[in-house]
């Protein structure tokens, strides 16, 4: 049976591509009001018509998750839009490609990593999800109620040769979301983290890789998230929280 999802409000981050896109698909589809939400220009635009065109209807919130201005003005949006938030997704992540597209044939050690696309994607992967979270848990604690749920990838990428700073920013997001659910308990607000368990077709993976996982037909689909995350969302999972949920494992 489907996780009832009807009225539930969720932003999720990043979600004009990849993870956070099908995630919104699959709860607008089920009932739910959802903010697609990325930095503005195209690809949000895009997303949002590609909704439109399927019949849905998305809130549209610009908002750039390293910037808190941008993140204050999403929050505005959101209260005069339905007045309060439900479920908080954090989506938003760059991937290794922001370091190097052609990682297999010539990987980049941590001393030779760009300082600017290390700064970008710790504050994007990392600092992010601090920063939505401090921004939009204050409604939820007023009204008792709430969801923080991070994006994560697999234990094994953390610690990867050559993935830095993909591996130790997605730590870092993961590590912070389990102190949220531990600060946050007893309030109504729950926090928990899922991931795909394993390579996934979303854009994020450099080109070389993505055709190696391909060929060996072990590539997730974009899509992988989505049962979860309509559990997640729905009041059957009220209580839920501290959890790391791997999609491709997980079976209610």
């Known amino acids: 049976m489907q996780a009832n999802v009807t009225g539930v409000r969720v932003l999720i981050t990043g979600s004009s591509t990849g993870f956070g896109y099908e995630m919104a698909k699959a709860l607008l589809e089920n ?121 994560s990838t697999s234990l094994s990428t953390m610690t990867n040769k050559y993935f830095s700073p993909y591996g130790p920013a997605k730590a870092g997001g993961e590590a912070l979301s389990m102190v949220m659910a531990k600060e946050l308990e007893g309030t109504g607000v729950d926090v928990n983290v899922i991931l795909p368990g394993g390579a996934a077709d979303t854009g994020l993976i450099p080109s070389g890789l993505e055709e190696a996982f391909r060929a060996r037909g072990n590539l997730l689909p974009a899509d992988i998230l989505n049962e979860v995350m309509l559990y997640l969302a729905s009041k059957e999972s009220d209580g839920v929280t501290g959890q790391r949920i791997i999609a491709k494992e997980w079976s209610r």
């Open 31 to 151: 009932g739910a009001k959802v903010a697609l939400s990325s930095r503005p220009g195209e690809k949000l635009e895009t997303a949002k018509q590609k909704l439109v065109r399927a019949g849905l209807d998305p809130l549209v919130v610009p908002m750039d998750v390293r910037d808190e201005g941008s993140i204050a003005d999403a929050v505005e949006i959101v209260k005069e839009a339905w007045g309060s938030l439900d479920v908080l997704v954090n989506n938003a992540g760059i991937g290794m490609g922001r370091i190097s597209n052609d990682i297999l044939e010539n990987p980049v050690p941590f001393y030779e990593v760009d300082s600017q696309g290390f700064r970008d994607m710790m504050e994007t992967n990392f600092f992010g999800c601090f920063l939505t979270a401090k921004a939009f848990v204050p409604m939820m604690l007023e009204q008792k109620y709430g969801k923080i749920i991070y994006v």
